[in-house]
């Protein structure tokens, strides 16, 4: 148990659909991530936030549009996405955004883009 | 800018065996080393990491890594493996400025999975 919990653990969808990610963190932590892990390729940082301001967009596509709301809650808003979309969306947090900071991981959501 | 190369994308060995998984970086900037576990179903889990001082680095479950400069390399090493060492493990690069302090994206390797037979 990592203090950050992610929802759904699995998702399914079309790619008219549209769904959300969550992650919720307990820690008090001000930094929130998004990260993509693709098999075979290197975990892919998405999206940072620190104190609820986004400080990273990775030239992520918009059919991925992340929210947060607070410092313990960080959504991922999912429209039209493709095939290759499909992935274990992974969460984490850290303190803040100190180089030496520890980041902590939620157990992720694996996505299936039908 | 920042890169992290693992040595082998699978790594196999007997209970007991030593562990050697091997990661490579490049950084313009002095780094910071991480090695990073996720257990099946699991997000990750931070083993150890380098920041400054000490270039041998002692973390959970046994671990350590040689932060070596002139070979720009981070291996993780554990004397002998246990079952529950079977995972995924990756290397994470950081730049720092010379106050240490500075944001720098964390850069992970292509990860090693680790197999561990009895």
């Known amino acids: 148990e990592t203090g950050v919990t992610q929802t759904p653990r699995h998702l399914v969808m079309g790619m008219t659909n549209k769904k959300s990610l969550k992650c919720e963190q307990h820690?008090?932590?001000?930094?929130m991530y998004w990260y993509k892990q693709s098999a075979k390729k290197p975990l892919e940082l998405m999206f940072v936030?620190?104190?609820?301001?986004?400080?990273e967009n990775n030239s992520v596509p918009s059919r991925f549009s992340p929210e947060c709301p607070n410092s313990s809650h960080l959504f991922l808003h999912l429209h039209t996405l493709q095939p290759e979309d499909s992935a274990l969306y992974l969460c984490?947090?850290?303190?803040?955004?100190?180089?030496?900071?520890?980041?902590?991981f939620g157990s992720g959501t694996q996505l299936s883009v039908l | 800018a920042q890169s992290v190369t693992q040595l082998g994308s699978h790594v196999s060995v007997s209970e007991g065996a030593l562990v050697l998984l091997r990661c490579n970086y490049s950084?313009?900037?002095?780094?910071?080393l991480f090695w990073y576990v996720q257990y099946p179903n699991q997000g990750l889990q931070l083993l150890l990491k380098?920041?400054?001082?000490?270039?041998l680095v002692k973390g959970i479950n046994g671990f350590e890594a040689e932060f070596k400069k002139s070979e720009t390399s981070f291996h993780l090493t554990k004397p002998s493996a246990h079952m529950s060492d079977a995972a995924e493990y990756f290397c994470?690069?950081?730049?720092?400025?010379?106050?240490?302090?500075?944001?720098?994206?964390?850069?992970f390797g292509q990860g090693t999975i680790l197999t561990v037979h009895p």
């Open positions: 984490a947090s850290s303190q803040d955004l100190q180089i030496n900071e520890k980041l902590f």
């Open positions: 820690l008090g932590h001000n930094a």
């Open positions: 936030y620190n104190f609820k301001e986004q400080t």
């Open positions: 950084s313009s900037v002095p780094p910071y």
């Open positions: 380098y920041t400054t001082g000490a270039t």
């Open positions: 994470a690069v950081r730049g720092a400025n010379a106050g240490g302090t500075s944001y720098g994206k964390l850069t």
